[in-house]
Nanobody
Framework: VQLQASGGGLVQAGGSLRLSCAASGRTFGRYIMGWFRQAPGKEREFVAA????????YYIDSVKGRFTISRDNAKNTVYLQMNSLKPEDTAVYYC??????????????????WGQGTLVTVSS
């Protein structure tokens, strides 16, 4: 599976962006999909995950109520809608795909495929 992330950009605090991650291949529905981010000078961290059928989601506390992860299996695409953005959301955002179990969704090491990253910059 190849993943191509897009949708990043510069936005003012309080604004919104929608990230997209398009996957190649015909097995997209087999993967748990996740979004991670890496802020300048920091380690990459888990942001959100979505189950294979889209029925379950999970978010880190700092984005709950502001970010929404979703997928369209017919289009082989996962999205991250980001609202009420804050300067601390500034980071390179990566999408990732995992064949592992839902219980391990926050662990970076269980994700098999990664997109190239898209930069989100939130100005104050």
């Amino acid at each position: 599976v190849q993943l191509q992330a897009s949708g990043g950009g510069l936005v003012q605090a309080g604004g919104s962006l929608r990230l997209s991650c398009a996957a190649s291949g015909r097995t997209f529905g087999r993967y748990i999909m996740g979004w991670f981010r890496q802020a300048p000078g920091k380690e990459r961290e888990f942001v959100a995950a979505l189950s294979r059928n889209g029925g379950s989601t999970y978010y880190i506390d700092s984005v709950k109520g502001r970010f929404t992860i979703s997928r369209d299996n017919a289009k082989n695409t996962v999205y991250l809608q980001m609202n009420s953005l804050k300067p601390e959301d500034t980071a390179v955002y990566y999408c990732a795909a995992s064949t592992s179990i839902w219980g391990l969704r926050v662990r970076e090491g269980v994700y098999d495929y990664w997109g190239q990253g898209t930069l989100v910059t939130v100005s104050s």
